[in-house]
């Protein structure tokens, strides 16, 4: 097992992408906190990590804001008395056509898909440089790259979570840190399905734009990235979309 004994935060971790990345580090043997706003569901991820003989716990998290990003590293440390992996994979993807976009749009996919994750890379950073080590995962989106019309505000931030990513990774190195960024391609979680229209189920040729990526394919990389084996993988942007957008 690649985590045994390691200690790794997920957000996101009470559904789609990130549940499948909680399960799966459980699977490995990692300790996890399962972090989510939603904590009922987080806690379905921790029973079914329990339930295959792993170890996690829930926690609550509003990762628009700081202090309580902040507070989740501390809980992970606290729990477990150190910190391995910070998988980001929480994410919110309203849709607005750009003149409708308010303030409280704009704010709200800011503050949960760029400052969230900046502020737990702080906070972590400093847990994994007392600790002499670690990786941080954040994922990303296509939308960072190409123009998908309704969602400026979700590019704005998934653009500046990868532009963050490129600085944390250059100055965390020489701490024994790394970070690298995924980029899925559309995904067939609770998320996107919330969101309605055709869900293509067919076609595993590649370039794989006849279906939809499963949360599993999202969540293999996510794990290896951080795995002792991709240890010398950092500051990478790693697509994962069968190679629907060549960027
Ligand atoms: N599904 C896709 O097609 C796709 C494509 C590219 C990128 N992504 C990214 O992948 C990540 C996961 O997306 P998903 O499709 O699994 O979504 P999802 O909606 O199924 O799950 C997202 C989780 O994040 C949690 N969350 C939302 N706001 C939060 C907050 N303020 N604090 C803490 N947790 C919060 C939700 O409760 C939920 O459990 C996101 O960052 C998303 O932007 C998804």
Request: net charge neutral; aromatic share 6%.
């Amino acid at each position: 097992m690649r985590f045994s004994g390691k200690v790794v935060i997920v957000t996101g971790a009470g559904s789609g992408v990130g549940r499948a990345t909680a399960l799966l580090y459980g699977k490995e043997g990692a300790r996890i906190l399962a972090a989510d706003i939603d904590e009922g569901s987080a806690g379905k991820t921790v029973e079914k990590i329990r339930g295959a003989g792993g170890e996690a716990e829930p926690f609550h998290v509003d990762l628009s804001s700081r202090a309580q990003a902040h507070s989740m590293v501390e809980a992970a440390v606290d729990f477990f008395a150190r910190l391995d992996v910070l998988a980001n994979v929480a994410g919110i993807y309203p849709r607005a056509p750009v003149e409708k976009v308010t303030e409280e749009h704009l704010d709200r996919v800011l503050a949960v898909d760029l400052k969230g994750p900046f502020f737990a890379c702080q906070a972590a950073v400093r847990a994994m440089k007392a600790q002499g080590g670690g990786v941080i995962v954040n994922v990303a989106s296509g939308t960072a790259f190409y123009g998908l019309e309704e969602h400026a505000a979700y590019s704005a931030a998934k653009g500046g979570l990868v532009s963050v990513g490129r600085v944390v990774a250059v100055e965390a190195a020489r701490h024994g840190i790394r970070l690298n960024t995924v980029v899925p391609g559309r995904t067939d979680t609770p998320g996107l399905r919330a969101r309605g229209g055709s869900i293509p189920e067919t076609g595993d040729t590649v370039p794989a734009n006849e279906r939809w990526m499963r949360p599993e394919e999202i969540a293999e990389v996510i794990v290896w990235c951080s795995s002792d084996g991709a240890g010398m993988v950092n500051g990478a942007l790693l697509r994962v979309d069968g190679g629907w957008k060549m960027l």
